[in-house]
Nanobody, 119 residues
Framework: VQLQASGGGLVQAGDSLRLACVASELTVSHYVMGWFRQAPGKEREFVSAINWSTSSTYYADAVKGRFTISRVNAKSTVYLQMNSLKPEDTAIYYC?????????????WGQGTQVTVSS
């Protein structure tokens, strides 16, 4: 199983980016897909998740109203649309997958993509 994250870059505050996570040998419609981020010197934190069965979504308070997670099963891809970016959104963003919405741990992780937001 491979999760390939892409779409990161250097942008200015207020700009937008769309991250993509392409899954190989994993049917995204059967998994809960999540996005996490880790800023320099900080612990990894949850950003957003989308359920496989109902497409229910969940967001961290810090990104609620600015980020949108979505899934295109036919492309085995999960997206994270990030609008109104702030310097504090600067981090490496990782996608991850788990079988159960209630599981505490994710089973698979991607390699991360860097997002840098300048003020």
């Amino acid at each position: 199983v491979q999760l390939q994250a892409s779409g990161g870059g250097l942008v200015q505050a207020g700009d937008s980016l769309r991250l993509a996570c392409v899954a190989s040998e994993l049917t995204v419609s059967h998994y809960v897909m999540g996005w996490f981020r880790q800023a320099p010197g900080k612990e990894r934190e949850f950003v957003s998740a989308i359920n496989w069965s109902t497409s229910s979504t969940y967001y961290a308070d810090a990104v609620k109203g600015r980020f949108t997670i979505s899934r295109v099963n036919a492309k085995s891809t999960v997206y994270l649309q990030m609008n109104s970016l702030k310097p504090e959104d600067t981090a490496i963003y990782y996608c991850a997958a788990k079988k159960s919405w209630f599981a505490s741990e994710y089973d698979y992780w991607g390699q991360g993509t860097q997002v840098t937001v300048s003020s």
